[in-house]
């Protein structure tokens, strides 16, 4: 398979980038942080981790459009401390979205998502036809 890139969308061929190694990357573009992700391909499926710890799974969203996978996460936090004359407000921010155009081979309805332990698994089964066949041996008379 080859590697496309389009912005901030990775075309089949697949997903693998620069982002190995690293637990964010940043957009040279934006300045923007975004988390980073590994994606592996087995005989069944393509698997996509997501690294974003401190997240909850209700921060997430997961969306398929016309073989476009789109992951999402916005997440607010404010905090007030009142105390002796004086108050301290903390407000923190974070959202991303990160964007994979799916090849045709995988079953869309059947993709799943799960958050644990920081990491938002995705799973992107394929089609039948689209499974890797065991490799074999051929005897040569």
Not at 62 to 88: F, H, P, R, W
Request: aromatic share 10%.
């Amino acid at each position: 398979m080859t590697l496309m890139k389009s912005s901030n969308t990775l075309l089949p061929g697949f997903f693998f980038d620069d982002f190995f190694g690293r637990d964010w990357y940043q957009d040279e573009r934006s300045g923007a942080t975004m988390p980073a992700v590994n994606i592996h391909e087995d005989g069944d499926a393509y698997h996509v981790d997501l690294a974003a710890p401190g997240m909850n799974k209700k921060d997430f969203e997961v969306a398929l459009e016309d073989q476009k996978l789109t992951i999402s996460c916005e997440k607010e936090e404010n905090m007030e401390k009142k105390d002796k004359g004086y108050t301290k407000r903390e407000f923190n921010y974070t959202s991303f979205e990160r964007s994979f155009m799916l090849p045709k081979s995988v079953v869309v309805d059947k993709v799943e998502a799960e958050y644990t332990n920081g990491i938002l698994h995705v799973v992107i089964p394929k089609k039948d036809e689209a499974k890797l066949k065991a490799a074999r041996r051929i005897e040569i008379s």
